[in-house]
């Protein structure tokens, strides 16, 4: 158990500053710990190029090319949607040439990402978004430091460091003074051992909420498209959002809810975070929330509550006999893609859908009672899914706490 392998700790501290344009003291870290600098650890620091920049392009097959996109929010790197360069350019872009065990590191767009070169995934190659990391000491472990950059310290440091630059970036001069922490490898190993358990429940989690939702997919193309086609004015009962006046909006919980978009919207309920005193158009308990406007066209969420909805919101529920609310809010996620695609007809730049086209549209409905069945069956698997969706959320928030506390010896691992 992850448990046994922590201990109170039990010697002196000193101060962790985060770098030398800041007095700021980010934590307390204990006496034995060095505090040293990517730069210091490592023997080559180094970013890619854009191919297309020096006149060559991709190839179909060849020398993997790594991207920020290719690595994943555990740190894996993804060679699924990996681009591919021929071995000649790959020898011509010699700085950038990847080896077992360099550690890459996200120089811009999402900034942070860490990632570490397996065996299998080297002769590689990367662009410029990609810093590159190769260690020498050898009593510094990869992994605890792919670890230390992807931590709450790290992440504050490169806050400092752009507030300071006004840029939105990370330069390799950056990155080599960035502050770290050097425990004796043996806890450093330890530390590893922790979160690394953690990661592999998360992984494991994420595998099965990946396959619990292709099997829902190839069920709504199966048991959805069962029965005539009808149009949706005969089966629903629809109501257009309208936004009440702004006077009325308040925070402080008077009134009624406020819905105006999915800003709002939760996994499948809402959150609201408004109210309003002079309610407009409402929607009842199990209605279905059907974003009208702009690029979340097509987005559902449910009304756990009554809320007074907005123009950017419309909602669904079935007419009484005909249709069942549930597996109209199935139809509606079947249907997702082509309700935002009737919305964007003819190139508009702020999709828009009305009343007038939704009740015209048309979806496969059989009797009630299949209804009924169907939407017990989907509804029964969103259940277990969103069980271990809450379970992954929990599992994060376990590693962020642990990882915070294990990186800066508040809680220090057993001998």
Known sequence: MITQELQKPNQGYKPFRLNAHSNIVFSLIPDSWQIVTVGSISEHITKGTTPSTE??????EGIPFFRV???????N?????????????????????LKEGDILFSLAGTLGRVGIVKRHQAPANVNQALGIIRITDRAYDRTFLQYFLRSLILEKQINIEKTI??????????????KIVKPPLIEQEKIVSILSKVDKLIQKTDQIIEQTQRLKKGLMRKLLTKGTDVQLSNIIELTMGQSPSGD????NHVGTPLLNGPTEFGLEYPMPVQFTTKPTKLCQIDDILLCVRGSTTGRLNRADQIYCIGRGLASIRGKHAKSNTRWLYYQFQRIQNRIYNIASGGGSTFPNINSDIIRKMTVPCPDIDEQFRISNILSNIDKYTNGHIACKAKLESLKEGLAQNLLTGKMRVKA
């Open 55 to 60: 006149g060559y392009d991709y190839v179909k």
């Open 69 to 75: 996109e290719n690595i994943d929010e555990l740190g």
């Open 77 to 97: 790197l993804d060679l699924t949607n990996c681009n591919h360069i021929s071995k000649d350019v790959h020898d011509k872009l010699l700085r950038s040439h």
């Open 165 to 178: 630059s006004a840029q939105p970036n990370v330069s390799l001069t950056q990155l080599s003074n960035f």
């Open 248 to 251: 009325s909006y308040n925070t």
